[in-house]
C-alpha cells in the first residue's frame, strides 16, 4: 500500500517531498539544468513555476502535463510541459515524489521545443554529469 495523502516522503538527502514542495524544488533543478547547458543562449533561462493540469497515472506512459513559465530576463512565457513518471500511480496520493526529483550531478533529463515551447521532463533517463 502506497503512501496516504499528506504522508512527507523523504529523498535521497533525507528533506522531505510531498507534492508542493517537489514542484518548487523542480523549479530550482530546471534553473540549474538551464544554466548547464551548451546552448549559451539557454544559460540565461529560468523557470517561474510550475502548473499542473492533468495526471495520467496508467497506461504505458503515465505522466503529468500542464504550464511552465519559463523566463529569459524579464521576458515571462508559457509552454506546455510533460513530466514522465518513472512508473504508473493507482492515485495521485501514492506517487513516489522523492524519485522523480533528478539530484545534483545529473543531466540529459529535459528536453526542449524552443519552437513549440516545450519543455519535456524524463527523471528516470538523467545521466552522471561528467563535466
Known amino acids: 500500500m502506497g503512501p496516504e495523502a499528506g504522508v512527507m516522503l523523504r529523498n535521497s538527502a533525507g528533506a522531505s517531498v510531498d507534492e508542493e514542495y517537489y514542484w518548487t524544488a523542480l523549479e530550482f533543478r530546471i534553473c540549474g539544468e538551464f544554466a548547464g547547458m551548451s546552448e549559451r ?3 540565461y533561462w529560468w523557470c517561474d513555476g510550475f502548473s499542473p493540469e492533468r495526471y495520467v497515472l496508467d497506461g ?5 502535463h500542464g504550464k511552465a513559465w ?3 530576463g524579464q521576458l515571462h512565457a508559457v509552454w506546455d ?3 514522465f513518471l518513472n ?3 493507482p492515485s495521485k496520493a501514492e506517487i513516489d515524489w522523492a524519485s522523480l526529483l533528478p539530484p545534483s550531478g545529473v543531466t540529459c533529463w ?4 524552443e519552437a513549440g515551447k516545450r519543455i519535456q521532463i524524463e527523471p528516470s533517463a538523467a545521466v ?3 563535466l
Do not use: E, G, Q, S
Not at 60 to 64: A, D, G, N, Q
Open 41 to 43: 543562449h539557454r544559460r
Open 60 to 64: 504505458l506512459t503515465p505522466c503529468i
Open 70 to 72: 519559463i523566463c529569459n
Open 81 to 83: 510541459f510533460t513530466l
Open 87 to 89: 512508473r504508473p500511480y
Open 110 to 113: 529535459v528536453a526542449i521545443d
Open 128 to 130: 552522471a554529469d561528467l
